[in-house]
T-cell receptor
Framework: NAGVTQTPKFQVLKTGQSMTLQCAQD?????MSWYRQDPGMGLRLIHYSVGAGITDQGEVPNGYNVSRSTTEDFPLRLLSAAPSQTSVYFC?????????????FGPGTRLTVL | DAKTTQPNSMESNEEEPVHLPCNHSTISGTDYIHWYRQLPSQGPEYVIH???SNVNNRMASLAIAEDRKSSTLILHRATLRDAAVYYCILRFGNDMRFGAGTRLTVKP
């Protein structure tokens, strides 16, 4: 199993540009989520999905859209990038929802918005 | 929201045990205690989790206080590869709130 994969590894955008961060998992996990990590801080939840066709907002959803058309993929869209969105983005998945499941994280995408 | 408090940093010598503390005085009865670690330039990695009883796995042990207001992650023999930021997290529902964690330095 490849686990959780993310592309691209690095990206530089100009203010106002849009882009999609890709996330895929091959473990048939129901639950997937996106986090951002700013320098020296812990991760903050952006959006999550408990299954195909179902998404919900996390702690910091503004400026981001998600969709979940398949179990495997959970892309994160930035509609109009802002410098405040400069961060490292991590995708994660787990077998089920709730509190008794470990999450598996991808390697991250480092995004810089100029 | 229930919060956790961890020391900012700790040091350990290689091949010695390490006890990483976490306070969570406002924990609710259904919150699970999770520990993750993050090595430099990598995504977080699951370490261990528990609800009420102490837990052991191949990576570490988790000791949970009887009143559940604190817990301790135990690495039995620290190696240089264990140098990382360790996060103690209370997992409720579908959310998982990370704090700043404890940066563990392992000295050879």
């Amino acid at each position: 199993n490849a686990g959780v994969t993310q592309t691209p590894k690095f990206q530089v955008l100009k203010t106002g540009q849009s882009m999609t961060l890709q996330c895929a998992q091959d473990m048939n996990h129901e639950y997937m989520s996106w986090y951002r990590q700013d320098p020296g801080m812990g991760l903050r939840l952006i959006h999550y999905s408990v299954g195909a066709g179902i998404t919900d907002q996390g702690e910091v959803p503004n400026g981001y859209n998600v969709s979940r058309s398949t179990t495997e993929d959970f892309p994160l869209r930035l509609l109009s990038a802002a410098p405040s969105q400069t961060s490292v983005y991590f995708c994660a998945s787990s077998r089920g929802t709730g509190q008794n499941n470990e999450q598996f994280f991808g390697p991250g995408t480092r995004l810089t918005v100029l | 929201d229930a919060k956790t408090t961890q020391p900012n940093s700790m040091e350990s010598n290689e091949e010695e045990p390490v006890h990483l503390p976490c306070n969570h005085s406002t924990i609710s009865g259904t919150d699970y205690i999770h520990w993750y670690r993050q090595l430099p330039s990598q995504g977080p990695e699951y370490v261990i989790h528990g609800l009420t009883s102490n837990v052991n796995n191949r990576m570490a042990s988790l000791a949970i206080a009887e009143d559940r207001k604190s817990s301790t992650l135990i690495l039995h023999r620290a190696t240089l590869r264990d140098a990382a930021v360790y996060y103690c997290i209370l997992r409720f529902g579908n959310d998982m709130r990370f704090g700043a964690g404890t940066r563990l330095t392992v000295k050879p």
